[in-house]
């Protein structure tokens, strides 16, 4: 049988990204089924609002690859059409509707831009580790300002975003830390990119709030990696497979470790349909509940 680290024994560094590390402060049993649960319950069908985010994303990711002339708002709103994620939608004229808007936002956008302005990275994965924790992740955008850098993340979501919005997100920080070790450089500095609006809202961390931050992802860390441990002594010597290969039941002492986080997120949950809590906890929403008015 697998063994617990022993009391006073060090612990391998946790690996992971802030999603990971979120998904497991949102609700712990999203957290069990996203990363441990193997086969992973299944999914319930695209949401369109992700369906949007992610077309943006990409087109905004090959905009900034493009070169410097074909850098025009044109570009981006062909980019939108030839990426375009046809899911989720209540039919084929929504999803036409919000693929006009999708391109309308971010042709706006690309406008406010210089295009001569080559970031420092576009997706560029970012990485940094501590004693606890060995941490990633992918930045949006990564800008060059004098001689500070600044993280850039978009957004698309239909409610609109205050400077406590970028000050409290743990990934920002992260990625913040991360970028300016990674690149010695001073990163301080990150900006929330609302394309829906056209508005931009940022926060200057100082060494003392990222320093909270981090700690605050170590415990995080911490905790996760007790239950995750305890899950994994199970699985590995308790886990049998029926003659049908269905995966046997998680018993009650180590669900115990990934208790349901109930509350009105849980009609977005991707894995609602395995979650009588989630259920009773909030209504279902149809797939372009996400979508702004």
Request: aromatic share 8%; with cysteine.
């Amino acid at each position: 049988m697998d063994q617990l680290p022993l009391e006073g024994m060090p612990r391998r560094l946790y690996s992971c990204t802030p999603s990971r590390l979120n998904t497991w402060l949102d609700c712990p049993r999203r957290h069990r089924f996203t990363y441990l649960d193997r086969p992973s319950p299944q999914k319930g069908p695209p949401w369109a609002h992700n369906s949007v985010g992610a077309s943006v994303h990409n087109a905004l990711a090959g905009w900034w690859r493009e070169p410097y002339e074909r850098r025009t708002p044109v570009t981006a709103a062909t980019l939108v059409t030839r990426g375009w994620i046809n899911e989720g939608f209540r039919d084929a004229e929504q999803s036409a509707a919000w693929r006009d808007r999708a391109r309308e936002m971010t042709a706006g956008y690309v406008a406010s831009l210089d295009p001569s302005d080559e970031p420092v990275g576009v997706e560029r994965t970012v990485a940094t580790r501590t004693s606890v924790i060995a941490v990633s992740g992918r930045v949006d955008r990564l800008d060059r300002r004098g001689d500070e850098l600044v993280v850039v993340d978009y957004k698309t979501g239909r409610r609109p975003l205050t400077a406590d919005d970028a000050r409290s997100s743990l990934a920002l920080a992260v990625y913040a830390i991360a970028s300016g070790r990674m690149l010695h450089r001073r990163c301080h500095r990150v900006e929330l990119h609302h394309l829906p609006t056209g508005s931009i809202v940022e926060w200057e961390h100082t060494d003392e709030s990222l320093a909270r931050h981090l700690s605050r992802a170590e415990e995080i860390a911490t905790e996760a990696a007790e239950a995750e441990d305890r899950y994994r002594s199970w699985s590995g010597t308790a886990r049998t497979r029926s003659a049908d290969r269905t995966p046997p039941k998680v018993p009650e002492e180590v669900d115990a470790h990934f208790p349901p986080r109930t509350g009105p997120l849980c009609s977005w949950c991707d894995f609602r349909r395995h979650c009588p809590e989630g259920q009773a906890a909030s209504g279902d929403r149809r797939r372009w509940d996400g979508l702004a008015d």
